[in-house]
């Protein structure tokens, strides 16, 4: 149990285009779900904290009206870079905690979306 | 959410036993210690979360002394597929996770 998926595993697009990710709990609810993104060799950097039916909060130095995140259900979150710039470029990752945590800080990842941005 | 400190990379040998040791001196008394596994182009997966003494579960063991303010995360007989980056966290029940630079293990033949 407790599995989250994404889609798409992989997108190219061209500068200046916008490109949505989805970010889903398969068998399970999830009231809170994070985005993150990683560089290469790098770690995991926190981009915000999505819940379901609220706006999302954003980390310091993340653009909000640049990366998109709403969570309407308790089972999907989506990410949309918007105006996607080749800097945008990396590996990005959702999780989501909520009733299947059987710990404390217990996330379940997503297998994560290569974006490569022209 | 307090700072983790592990060593970089570590490498071992197949049938080995690795230990991973991160520092979180600065941990509050509601805090757990987490780690995760991480492979290439894939999300981290939970390994194992303790508080304090010892934890052991199917793929892992987490060593806490009493003062909590490092653990010890042992991988038993590892093999080629345990090659990956391991993090330490450390937080509260708020599912906010701080991710540091993890450890790099490598597995060799």
């Known amino acids: 149990g407790a599995v989250v998926s994404q889609h798409p595993s992989r997108v190219i697009c061209k500068s200046g285009t916008s490109v949505k990710i989805e970010c889903r709990s398969l068998d399970f609810q999830a009231t809170t779900m994070f985005w993150y993104r990683q560089f290469p060799k790098k770690s995991l950097m926190l981009m915000a904290t999505s819940n379901e039916g609220s706006k999302a909060t954003y980390e310091q130095g993340v653009e909000k009206d640049k990366f998109l995140i709403n969570h309407a259900s308790l089972t999907l979150s989506t990410l949309t870079v918007t105006s996607a710039h080749p800097e945008d470029s990396s590996f990005y990752i959702c999780s989501a905690g909520g009733t299947a945590g059987r710990k404390y800080n217990e996330q379940f990842f997503g297998p994560g979306t290569r974006l490569t941005v022209l | 959410l307090a700072k983790t400190t592990q060593p970089i990379s570590m490498d071992s040998y197949e049938g080995q036993e690795v230990n991973i040791t991160c520092s979180h001196n600065?941990?509050?008394?509601?805090?757990?210690i987490t780690w995760y596994q991480q492979f290439p182009s894939q999300g981290p997966r939970f390994i194992i979360q303790?508080?304090?003494t010892k934890v052991t579960n199917e793929v892992a063991s987490l060593f806490i002394p009493a003062d909590r303010k490092s653990s010890t995360l042992s991988l038993p007989r590892v093999s080629l597929s345990d090659t990956a980056v391991y993090y330490c966290?450390?937080?509260?029940?708020?599912?906010?996770?701080?991710f540091g630079a993890g450890t790099t293990v490598t597995v060799r033949a």
């Open positions: 600065n941990i509050a008394t509601n805090d757990y």
């Open positions: 966290l450390v937080g509260d029940d708020d599912y906010k996770l701080s």
């Open positions: 303790g508080y304090k």
